[in-house]
């Protein structure tokens, strides 16, 4: 049989959770919000121990999710955004750059940085991912979180 490595899905024990959450479309990141920080609360995690960070765009979430994640007061970071389609190409340089930036900020501090960043082609589906029918995509950023911190102290406790 061979060995697995799981995760436990609680967050407790003074955990502290930054979360970076961009303004632009803020009808819809708010809502990402309101599920991540309900999320993290369901899973543990006191007021006290969880931080937000405004932003103007998802262009700018990854900067401070880098600083946030290499300050050693964090054990996770969450980024929060939405970018919707519009008339342009704009949205897929947004987009692509926003997956790498954040992506870049985990594997350059060893922290997990979640992405929860909504990529849509309108705001009805960004709103269905965010509380609407389609669930809520900040929940599922925090749950990410939570599972990766949780896995990564578990490694480190075994040497890997």
Same mark, same amino acid.
């Given at each position: 049989?061979?060995? /697995?490595?799981?995760?436990?899905?609680?967050a407790s024990g003074g955990r502290r959770i930054g979360i970076v959450v961009s303004r632009f479309n803020s009808l819809v990141t708010e809502r990402l919000l309101s599920g991540a920080v309900d999320t993290f609360r369901r899973h543990g995690v006191d007021d006290k121990d969880i931080t937000v960070v405004h932003v103007p765009g +998802?262009?700018? &979430? $990854? !900067?401070?999710?880098?600083? !946030?994640?290499? +300050?050693?007061?964090?054990?996770?970071? /969450?980024? &929060?955004?939405?970018?919707?389609?519009?008339?342009?190409?704009?949205?897929?340089?947004?987009?692509?750059?926003?997956?790498?930036?954040? !992506?870049?900020? +985990?594997?350059?501090?060893? /922290?997990?940085? $979640?992405?929860?960043?909504?990529?849509?082609? +309108? &705001?009805?589906?960004?709103?269905?991912?965010?509380?609407?029918?389609?669930?809520?995509?900040?929940?599922?950023?925090?749950?990410?979180?939570?599972?990766?911190?949780?896995?990564?102290?578990? !490694?480190?406790?075994?040497?890997?």
């Amino acid at each position: 049989m061979p060995e /697995v490595i799981e995760a436990t899905m609680l967050a407790s024990g003074g955990r502290r959770i930054g979360i970076v959450v961009s303004r632009f479309n803020s009808l819809v990141t708010e809502r990402l919000l309101s599920g991540a920080v309900d999320t993290f609360r369901r899973h543990g995690v006191d007021d006290k121990d969880i931080t937000v960070v405004h932003v103007p765009g +998802s262009f700018e &979430l $990854a !900067l401070p999710a880098r600083r !946030l994640a290499a +300050s050693g007061q964090f054990d996770a970071v /969450v980024c &929060l955004g939405a970018v919707i389609q519009g008339e342009t190409t704009h949205h897929e340089y947004i987009n692509h750059q926003t997956a790498a930036g954040i !992506l870049q900020a +985990s594997f350059e501090t060893g /922290v997990p940085v $979640a992405f929860g960043v909504l990529t849509c082609q +309108s &705001l009805d589906q960004a709103l269905d991912r965010a509380g609407g029918k389609a669930g809520n995509k900040g929940q599922e950023a925090a749950l990410a979180a939570i599972e990766q911190m949780n896995l990564l102290t578990t !490694l480190k406790e075994r040497g890997m």
